[in-house]
């Protein structure tokens, strides 16, 4: 029955080929969709994440309560013990030390005096070692001028403070800020490249040094202020993080005390739980409504398949098919249409959502004037959910329309069915 | 005219098959529409927002006043200058003193920006009145971040100590009278309101002022040493916010539109290819084969039509209720840096109404006549017998 | 780094005014004015840092001439070993040997706290010279580790004071300072120093060890220790000098 039904379809181009044509493409544009939409959507919660958050983030619990000054009093030691045992436990995470610290920065004269001074916050991350920070946070795409720092005592400073301060490319700058310890801290750093965020309150004074310089500079030897760990998948899974949390945090005993280890999943900093909300129940809803349209078009498309063949039906049901029998081969015909075409649309949903995922669409241009930071290329993101949600409204749509469309046949007489064939 | 009637009757005579299409057409109207409105409410929600609470009709700024550079917060301040007394007193402007401060919520330090205003204003949105009253306590008011941010709760007492002009070092206990709730983070985020003849004894600044804010009726003059900041100006980087998050939305309902001219496309072709009798027929009646084209593509753009006339009779009381009762987000949003309230309401200008329809119609009629053009190549007679090449 | 030691041993020497069943304030401060007042000094001390993560120790030698100029130099814990500091006047320098900078601390810096301690180095810059600003007055009596002391109010006449109001409370019997109190003008406790191990140096009672309290902040205050005074010791002009900073 099968082989004969698909034998028909194959054969019959003109019964086959247009509705599998448009289920194809409307699956596609599903499945694209919701890659994109979850790209988007995901994007503005990676983008937090790189920067700030990490998808969970190990710190202090008293660095935590005064998070928002950045108590560097409160950073976490030992991160050479720390790390590793991070890494040991959570083989699904990378984890990333990163100082956060604030400072004034000062410019001196030909003669070491004070010429320009200026306040500034900061980062330092692993930036000599390897690459995988940059990476991370695109840096490449927030560079303006110079390099990355290729050795020790190099930093970025932000564009309009570079400017701001008189500087060119290889000038000595010296922070000045508080270390761990409280005690005095001055360093001196050559600016070896500049970056330019787009976001007033970053331009306006924000460096970026590896985290080797900031150790010495701020007397945090194998210290840093929080770890970050990124999910191995690439990007953020709330329950996961959640999860990864919970038990963390369970394991530590002397909650009590203000060192004691916290780990925090991404929707639990920064107002992100609001996002990371929305991003869900957008994604699901705009992918219901659009599955739900989806189905009306292929609906339509099953009609109007299904109407041209009335001819077909009245000529069987006079050679003796009985009308539950056609109507069934009909419906068997609206799942393998349905699935071939959902099969066709998927597989080309999934290679523009991929193309989509590697080179990504730069809206950066359209953003030039704005001051916001925000990723400027949007990506798609493919992830289970895309393999199988394009099947839903395929299949879905194709039999629902072919029911309608196959109703006709118990309405209609037989007769009048069998005149159509003159069509 | 009979053109047209004829092709809306043949369109009808579709039934159920035009309603579906008309029905998804009908849904990406609304929808544009929708996702439109909703981002320009959000957008001039912002900017209404900045406006009620922050911004108002515009500031002048002291010359020295630079909200990102903390340097600057302790000298910028400057007397009023006489020419905008009269405006200050009449309340066309409110002046508000900025100046800096440490408090110690719990023991800790916590560096905070200090903002002097008028318990009695009555140009933003701020719950001033809250800072009128006399007490062994400064009576101050903070933004719902910022309570968060130090841990303070309503009627918290903390301790301020702040450098007067001379240096002279003071401190005070400020009460929290009231917390307010804002999506402008600008005036939220490590600030502390206070009445502005109490910070100007405070720091011995009598009849100073940072930045002075206008009433929407103030007409603004120039002045030395003082800048004028209108809204556009002031809330621009409000607007490139939103700007750049309609961005991603916009491609969403491009494709869902893709989706209904899709059903066009679909129903067009199929519809041609059914109704070759009656091309032939028409055809042989004397109509040229162009004519019938355009039957064809009105037909098509008839669903433009009737998907509008569908999508007002659902949409209008859709848009109508949302933008009156907004559409609300259920999660606390107040830490989230963008300007985003808890009840959005939805936009709908003229212009993206006109807009969205033209474009519809357009874009329906595009895809009508696409397949369409094949009537041209049809040979009637053949066309009559029902075979087509 | 240490000028405010100088500073603040010379706070409570000023001009007064009578009061009424005590004797006169200034009578008083004249008193402990000739006990502690030197031409220059020469102080080694060790400063005690509360922090967050438990106390430091820092090293330091000061050399101070009059009000107004001091010099010091830390001398340990190894990272600060090699810094300096210059006060001249109202102006403060600081250099870093690992940086090799001179960098003017002024602003916004000036409110950070020295090193993690509870001074600033606008305590710092807290000059002599504003003592002149002060109405002094006894207003009552106490006594501090048995110790009978006189309760000495001095009150800003001009405004260009970091405090309004101190309470000093000066040993009756050695014209020492043993508690010194610094309020703000509505009269609320801002600092506290605690003067303790009086004891006799070329002829006059100092205390070797001070607690500094900044009392609006959690935590114990930072304990500065003497280890050494000299006074009336000749100091070569140079060393006040941005020169000798390098």
Redesign the interface.
């Given at each position: 029955m099968i082989r004969f039904l698909l034998k028909g379809i194959l054969r019959d181009r003109s019964r086959s080929l247009?509705p599998i044509i448009?289920v194809s493409?409307?699956v596609m544009?599903t499945v694209?969709?919701q890659a994109?939409?979850d790209g988007?959507l995901g994007d503005s919660i990676e983008w937090t994440a790189q920067f700030t958050t990490g998808h969970v983030k190990v710190m202090t619990r008293?660095y935590q309560?005064?998070m928002?000054?950045t108590p560097n009093?409160?950073a976490l030691t030992d991160v050479d013990i720390l790390q590793p045992q991070l890494e040991k436990d959570y083989p699904g995470l990378s984890w990333a030390p990163r100082i956060q610290f604030g400072g004034?920065l000062?410019v001196?004269d030909e003669n070491?005096?004070?010429r320009a001074?200026g306040?500034v916050k900061g980062m330092g991350l692993e930036l000599l070692n390897s690459s995988e920070e940059i990476e991370r946070m695109h840096l490449n795409d927030y560079l303006s001028s110079g390099d990355f720092p290729k050795q020790a005592g190099e930093v970025l400073l932000s564009r309009e403070l570079f400017n701001q301060m008189g500087l060119t490319l290889g000038d000595e700058v010296?922070l000045?800020s508080?270390?761990?310890?409280?005690?005095?801290a001055?360093?001196?750093f050559k600016v070896c490249g500049t970056l330019q965020f787009g976001i007033?309150?970053l331009d306006?004074?924000f460096m970026i040094a590896d985290i080797e310089d900031l150790r010495l500079a701020l007397?945090m030897e194998n210290s840093a202020s929080e770890i970050l760990g990124f999910l191995k998948e690439g990007y953020y899974i709330n329950k996961e993080a959640q999860n990864l949390s919970g038990s963390f945090n369970q394991k530590q005993t002397k909650t009590q005390d203000?060192f004691s280890l916290l780990m925090l999943p991404l929707s639990d900093m920064?107002?992100?739980?609001?996002?990371v909300?929305?991003a869900q129940q957008m994604q699901y809803l705009?992918v219901l409504?659009?599955v739900m349209?989806?189905s009306?078009?292929l609906?339509?498309?099953g009609?109007?398949g299904g109407?041209?063949r009335y001819g077909e039906f009245g000529l069987r049901l006079a050679i003796g098919e009985n009308k539950h029998e056609l109507y069934r081969s009909l419906m068997g015909e609206a799942v393998m249409i349905g699935l071939l075409g959902s099969i066709i649309g998927v597989a080309f949903g999934l290679l523009f959502s991929w193309l989509m995922q590697k080179y990504g669409?730069d809206?950066g241009d359209?953003?030039k004037?704005?001051?916001?930071m925000?990723p400027t290329v949007?990506r798609a993101r493919i992830t289970s959910t895309t393999y199988y949600i394009g099947f839903l409204p395929g299949i879905l749509s194709t039999l629902i329309g072919a029911m309608?469309s196959g109703i006709g046949i118990y309405k209609r007489q037989t007769a009048s069915l069998f005149k159509e064939l003159e069509? | 005219m009979k053109l047209f009637k004829t092709a809306l009757k043949s369109l009808l005579g579709n039934g159920l098959k035009t309603w579906l299409t008309v029905f998804v057409l009908s849904v990406s109207f609304v929808l544009i529409i929708f996702m439109q409105g909703l981002l320009e409410g959000w957008s001039r929600q912002a900017v209404i927002d900045a406006v009620a609470w922050e911004i108002a009709g515009g500031q002048y700024w002291s010359e020295a006043y630079d909200p990102y550079d903390p340097f600057s917060l302790d000298s910028c301040a400057r007397d009023i200058p006489d020419q905008l007394m009269p405006a200050a007193e009449s309340g066309l402007l409110e002046a508000v003193l900025i100046s800096q401060g440490t408090i110690y919520p719990q023991g800790r330090m916590q560096g905070v920006i200090l903002k002097g205003i008028d318990p009695e204003q009555q140009i933003v949105k701020l719950p001033t009145r809250l800072l009128a009253g006399e007490g062994p306590e400064i009576p101050v008011i903070i933004g719902a971040h910022m309570a968060k941010q130090a841990h303070l709760k309503e009627n918290d007492l903390v301790t301020l100590r702040w450098r007067d002009a001379n240096g002279t070092f003071e401190a005070a206990d400020l009460r929290i009278a009231g917390i307010f709730v804002t999506t402008v983070p600008t005036i939220d985020n490590g600030q502390i309101w206070l009445a502005l003849d109490k910070l100007q004894s405070m720091m011995l600044r009598e009849n100073q002022a940072s930045i002075l804010i206008a009433s929407p009726d103030y007409e603004a003059q120039q002045l030395e040493g003082w800048l004028f900041k209108d809204v556009e100006e002031l809330s621009s980087n409000t607007i490139a916010m939103v700007k750049a998050k309609s961005m991603g939305m916009a491609i969403f309902y491009l494709i869902f539109l893709l989706l209904a001219l899709l059903a066009i496309f679909d129903t067009q072709t199929l519809a041609i290819f059914r109704r070759q009798r009656e091309i032939g027929t028409l055809v042989a009646l004397g109509m040229t084969r162009k004519q019938v084209q355009w039957l064809f593509t009105l037909e098509g753009s008839l669903n433009a039509l009737l998907a509008i006339a569908l999508g007002c009779l659902y949409g209008i009381p859709l848009f109508i209720y949302l933008s009156t009762n907004g559409l609300s987000f259920p999660i606390d949003v107040s830490e989230f840096g963008l300007p985003v309230s808890d009840v959005m309401y939805p936009y709908y200008s003229l212009k993206l109404i006109v807009g969205t329809i033209v474009f519809i119609l357009l874009s329906t009629a595009l895809v009508s006549y696409l397949p369409a053009r094949q009537i041209a190549r049809m040979n009637p007679t053949e066309a009559i017998r029902g075979k087509m090449h | 780094m240490k000028q405010y030691i100088t500073s603040l041993f010379i706070l409570p020497l000023s001009l007064s005014i009578l009061a009424e069943d005590y004797p006169p304030g200034k009578t008083i401060l004249d008193r402990v004015d000739q006990n502690m007042n030197a031409r220059t000094r020469i102080v080694q001390s060790t400063m005690e840092i509360q922090g967050n993560r438990g106390s430091r120790t820092l090293e330091v030698k000061t050399w101070s001439e009059g009000d107004n100029k001091a010099f010091s130099e830390y001398l340990a814990p190894a990272r600060e070993k090699g810094s300096k500091m210059l006060k001249l006047d109202n102006q403060l320098w600081i250099y870093s040997p690992s940086t090799d900078r001179i960098i003017q601390i002024s602003g916004h810096m000036l409110r950070q706290s020295v090193m993690g301690s509870d001074l600033s180095y606008e305590d710092m810059m807290d000059d002599a010279a504003l003592l002149e600003r002060y109405q002094a007055e006894v207003t009552g009596e106490e006594e501090i580790r048995g110790r009978p002391c006189w309760i000495l109010e001095l009150t800003a006449i001009v405004p260009e004071v970091n405090y309004y109001k101190q309470v000093l409370s000066i040993d009756r019997e050695r014209y020492v300072p043993l508690k010194a109190d610094y309020y703000s003008k509505s009269g609320k406790l801002l600092k506290r120093i605690s003067f303790d191990k009086v004891e006799q140096i070329q002829g006059r009672w100092y205390p070797k060890t001070m607690l500094y309290k900044d009392m609006l902040k959690e935590g114990n205050g930072t304990l500065m220790n003497i280890v050494s005074l000299e006074l009336d010791v000749n100091i070569p002009a140079t060393v006040f000098n941005k020169a000798s900073l390098k």
């Open positions: 247009l448009v493409l409307g544009i694209f969709l994109y939409m988007v008293a309560e005064n928002s000054q009093d409160y004034l000062d001196p070491g005096l004070t001074q306040n010296t000045i508080s270390g761990m310890w409280g005690d005095m001055m360093y001196n007033n309150s306006r004074g007397n203000k920064n107002g992100m739980q609001f996002f909300a929305y705009i409504v659009f349209a989806m009306l078009v609906w339509n498309a009609l109007l109407l041209r669409l809206i359209m953003l004037d704005s001051t916001i925000m949007m309608l069509n | - | -």
